[in-house]
């Protein structure tokens, strides 16, 4: 049951390459790829088979260098780019980086504002400043938390955090004890979208992931989002009263 190690392994592989790909060269890229094929010349049980091993792995991370380059020049579109370059700190010219704290970086400085002005209990429901200035663009939408952090401060934002956090483990434990296999996974995936979304939209509004628009499940503004989500929950919980009925 669960997912295999080696889905995680080959996943954080990819991740590693396009992100030095990005960040530095192919080169450095395919440096990476050889230490890895050297730990898995000397860790592998089977000789006769690491020759073909380390070569389908060298291919693999050669192939996926080479596509992250290509899509990153080729195929994103510059507003794209950019956010990827604030967020790995490509650009060194000083006033490029003026210049893109004035526009890309200007939500995200708003709503780093908006948060660290909460203080420590923040300013009172519908007191914000900056909420009630409009001062971050789609406050209501991708930057919802922003308007947390600045109203209710940081015992509000961990509160908020702590739910969801308890809501995803909920998932995963009834997740845990149902018996048929399609209501296990259902609820893995469940757990695992909120997951994605709670972790990518927190950590778009203080600047630890690109922005990419992704909602607040919840909390942000918008039916579509709201029902998707509603659904998810709803269906995952009816599954979970099938299993107690069996009872």
């Avoid at 192939?63 to 490509?90: A, E, G, M, P």
């Avoid at 695992?192 to 942000?220: A, C, D, E, Y």
Wanted: net charge positive; proline share 2%; aromatic share 14%.
């Amino acid at each position: 049951e669960g997912i295999s190690q080696i889905y995680l392994l080959i996943a954080f592989i990819i991740l590693s390459i396009s992100i030095l790909t990005i960040k530095t060269s192919i080169s450095t890229a395919i440096l990476l790829s050889l230490i890895i094929i050297l730990l898995n010349y000397l860790y592998k049980k089977k000789k006769s088979r690491r020759f073909i091993n380390s070569s389908m792995i060298f291919l693999f991370c050669i192939f996926i260098s080479f596509l992250t380059d290509y899509s990153y020049k080729n195929i994103l579109k510059t507003h794209q780019r950019n956010y990827i370059s604030v967020w790995l700190n490509l650009e060194k010219d000083p006033i490029k980086i003026k210049q893109m704290k004035r526009t890309i970086l200007y939500n995200l400085n708003e709503s780093e504002k908006a948060i660290s002005s909460g203080g420590l209990t923040g300013k009172g429901y519908l007191e914000g400043t900056r909420t009630i200035g409009n001062f971050v663009p789609e406050q209501h939408s991708d930057y919802i938390f922003s308007t947390v952090g600045e109203e209710w401060g940081f015992v509000g934002s961990s509160f908020i955090i702590i739910l969801y956090i308890i809501l995803i483990l909920r998932i995963v434990a009834l997740s845990e004890l149902q018996k048929n296999h399609f209501s296990r996974i259902y609820g893995y995936s469940v757990a695992s979208i909120i997951f994605i979304h709670f972790m990518i939209n927190i950590g778009m509004v203080l600047g630890l992931t690109p922005t990419i628009g992704i909602p607040l499940p919840f909390l942000s503004y918008g039916g579509s989002s709201l029902l998707a989500f509603t659904l998810l929950l709803f269906i995952f919980i009816r599954l979970d009263a099938n299993r107690i009925n069996e009872w």
